[in-house]
C-alpha cells in the first residue's frame, strides 16, 4: 500500500511538472515579427465656380477624395483695393436661396447628401446666382470667396453633415 502511494505522488509530480513545463514553452514560443500596414484616408475637395457678368452662377464642390465625403460651405464677403488689397470687411451679406440639397445652418452651407469618390454636388446656387455689390464709394469692389470642406462619409455614425461635422468637432 505503501508502494502505490509512493508511484500515485510520484505520478503527480511528475504530471504536474509537465504541464507546467508545457505551459511555460507554450507561453515562451516566440513568432515572427507581424507588421501593421495602415494607409490613411485622403481627404480633399476642389471647387468649382463660374461669374458672369458680376454674379456668381454656379458653385459646385468636387470629392477629389479617396473615400466618400460629406461637404460644407463657408462664404466669405470682402472689399478689394485697385491693388488688390483687402480695403475692409463686407458691408454686404451674399442674397440667394441655397438650392439642390443645401442648407444653410449657421455660418456654413452644408449639401446633405454623401459625395461618391470623384463626385460633384449640384450647384450650391440656384437660377439666380449671388450678384455681387457694385464698387463702393471709394472704388473698392466686392469678392466673394468660397471656403470648401470635407469630411469622410463613413465611420461618423452621422445621417447628415451638418452632424458629421458637429461629431468631427466633439
Given at each position: 500500500m505503501k508502494q502505490k502511494k509512493l508511484i500515485l505522488a510520484a505520478l503527480i509530480v511528475v504530471?504536474?511538472?509537465?504541464?507546467?513545463?508545457?505551459?511555460?514553452?507554450?507561453?515562451?514560443?516566440?513568432t515572427g515579427t507581424v507588421e501593421n500596414t495602415f494607409t490613411p484616408q485622403q481627404?480633399?475637395?476642389?471647387?468649382?465656380?463660374s461669374f458672369t457678368n458680376n454674379t456668381k452662377t454656379s458653385i459646385t464642390?468636387?470629392?477629389t477624395s479617396n473615400i466618400p465625403v460629406y461637404i460644407r460651405v463657408a462664404l466669405i464677403p470682402?472689399?478689394?483695393?485697385?491693388?488688390?488689397?483687402?480695403?475692409g470687411v463686407a458691408s454686404w451679406t451674399p442674397s440667394f436661396t441655397p438650392a439642390n440639397g443645401w442648407v444653410?445652418?449657421?455660418?456654413?452651407?452644408?449639401?446633405?447628401?454623401?459625395?461618391?469618390?470623384?463626385g460633384t454636388t449640384p450647384?450650391?446656387?440656384?437660377?439666380?446666382?449671388?450678384?455681387?455689390?457694385?464698387?463702393?464709394?471709394?472704388?473698392?469692389?466686392?469678392?466673394?470667396?468660397?471656403?470648401?470642406e470635407a469630411i469622410q462619409a463613413q465611420g461618423m455614425g452621422a445621417t447628415t453633415a451638418q452632424a458629421a461635422?458637429?461629431?468631427?468637432?466633439n
Amino acid at each position: 500500500m505503501k508502494q502505490k502511494k509512493l508511484i500515485l505522488a510520484a505520478l503527480i509530480v511528475v504530471l504536474l511538472a509537465a504541464s507546467v513545463g508545457g505551459t511555460i514553452a507554450f507561453l515562451s514560443i516566440k513568432t515572427g515579427t507581424v507588421e501593421n500596414t495602415f494607409t490613411p484616408q485622403q481627404v480633399t475637395c476642389d471647387i468649382h465656380e463660374s461669374f458672369t457678368n458680376n454674379t456668381k452662377t454656379s458653385i459646385t464642390v468636387e470629392n477629389t477624395s479617396n473615400i466618400p465625403v460629406y461637404i460644407r460651405v463657408a462664404l466669405i464677403p470682402y472689399w478689394q483695393d485697385a491693388n488688390g488689397n483687402v480695403a475692409g470687411v463686407a458691408s454686404w451679406t451674399p442674397s440667394f436661396t441655397p438650392a439642390n440639397g443645401w442648407v444653410k445652418d449657421g455660418d456654413y452651407y452644408y449639401y446633405n447628401g454623401v459625395v461618391a469618390v470623384g463626385g460633384t454636388t449640384p450647384s450650391l446656387v440656384g437660377s439666380e446666382g449671388i450678384a455681387l455689390p457694385a464698387p463702393d464709394a471709394n472704388g473698392n469692389k466686392a469678392v466673394l470667396v468660397i471656403a470648401a470642406e470635407a469630411i469622410q462619409a463613413q465611420g461618423m455614425g452621422a445621417t447628415t453633415a451638418q452632424a458629421a461635422f458637429a461629431a468631427a468637432a466633439n
